[in-house]
């Protein structure tokens, strides 16, 4: 009888057994964890290798603005640091707003505003000089007097038309004549809010009256791109400019009248040379100073000969516009060039077409 073997090599042992039911096991479970694993997230959607584009263009993380919710202490702030104070007219519910509105969907419009365009990076730039405020369209504030009135109500604000938008008080210039006085209003016309592009160039206009400055506003938002506005605007210049829209508004007429004397005085002034040019306009009766400017701007782009002033740059400028007896703004911008030798003839005024 042969001797049965109890070492057969072929025949697995208890030991290597339950070897193999443990790595059965092991095997069986891995789709299961799998499943469990890729059940919590978008299979569909893998997420984006990470390349060198991503790292050169991480998410922006845009700081909040500091809006002061006072009047009189954010007066007193822009003054004690010498800024202009940036007063933001908004409304975030239909109810309580002013009878102007009432029509625009202008909780719409400013929203858009915060979310689209004061997150522009070049609208942030512009707003370091300023103090900002923030106050709601139906705000009442105590006046010169100690009265509580309608914001609207404030020397300067009424401008604003009792729409959203932005006002701006200098507190930056004091010597000058408009220290402490509302310079610039942007307000949202119509229930629209401005772009980025308009917004920054409303935040970086130079010194000036208001009139002086939403002329240039008029002038440097137009699609065109008019370069007249690129040069400085010479304290000189800007008053002949000033001096010259008043003489019109008073008369009601619009002429160039003393367009010589002008010249001279500037030219003295500047020790001789120099190309004077200058192109005036008269709006049509019952604009707000606003629209007022803005239909100066578009006369003078309808004219040829204006527009031949208006879109070249000059080496020194002024803009200004007063309001007549008939309700009509009389718009007025004068320049003075010093050009290349081609160009030495000096630009006639122009008449309107």
């Known amino acids: 009888m042969a001797h049965r073997n109890s070492h057969n090599p072929d025949r697995p042992t208890k030991g290597t057994l339950c070897l193999m039911l443990l790595l059965f096991a092991a095997i069986s479970a891995f789709p ?154 942007l307000p949202f016309m119509h229930g629209e809010s401005p772009t980025a592009k308009q917004t920054e160039v409303f935040l970086n206009l130079p010194p000036g009256t208001l009139t002086q400055r939403t002329l240039t506003y008029a002038v440097r938002i137009h699609p065109d791109q008019p370069l007249s506005s690129n040069g400085e605007p010479l304290p000189i210049v800007v008053w002949e400019t000033t001096a010259h829209a008043l003489y019109q508004a008073e008369r009601g007429i619009i002429t160039h009248q003393n367009y010589g004397v002008r010249s001279a005085r500037i030219r003295e002034e500047l ?53 007549g007896k008939s309700g009509a703004w009389h718009g007025v911008g004068f320049f003075m060039g010093f050009p290349q030798p081609e160009d030495e003839q000096p630009s006639l005024p122009a008449a309107l077409e």
């Open 32 to 185: 299961l964890a799998q499943e469990r694993y890729t059940a919590n997230r978008p299979i569909t959607t893998p997420p984006k290798p990470v390349t060198e584009n991503w790292l050169e263009s991480p998410q922006k993380q845009t700081e909040s603005l500091r809006w002061e919710t006072d009047y009189r202490y954010a007066q007193r702030k822009a003054e004690d640091l010498a800024r202009y104070l940036l007063v933001y007219l908004y409304a975030d519910s239909e109810q309580n707003l002013p009878e102007a509105s009432a029509d625009f969907p202008v909780v719409s419009a400013c929203l858009e505003f915060d979310t689209m365009v004061l997150e522009d990076d070049s609208v942030r730039a512009g707003l370091n000089k300023y103090v900002l405020l923030k106050m709601p369209m139906d705000a009442k504030v105590t006046d010169a007097n100690g009265e509580t009135t309608s914001i609207y109500s404030l020397p300067g604000f009424e401008h604003m038309l009792e729409l959203p938008g932005l006002v701006v008080i200098d507190f930056s210039s004091r010597n000058m004549p408009f220290f402490g006085e509302v310079v610039g209003i």
């Open 271 to 323: 020790g001789g040379g120099g190309s004077p040019a200058e192109i005036c306009a008269m709006s049509q009766s019952g604009l707000s100073l606003f629209e007022g400017a803005m239909s100066c701007m578009r006369l003078w782009r309808h004219s040829s000969r204006h527009w031949s002033i208006a879109r070249k740059e000059h080496t020194y400028y002024g803009y200004d516009m007063a309001l």
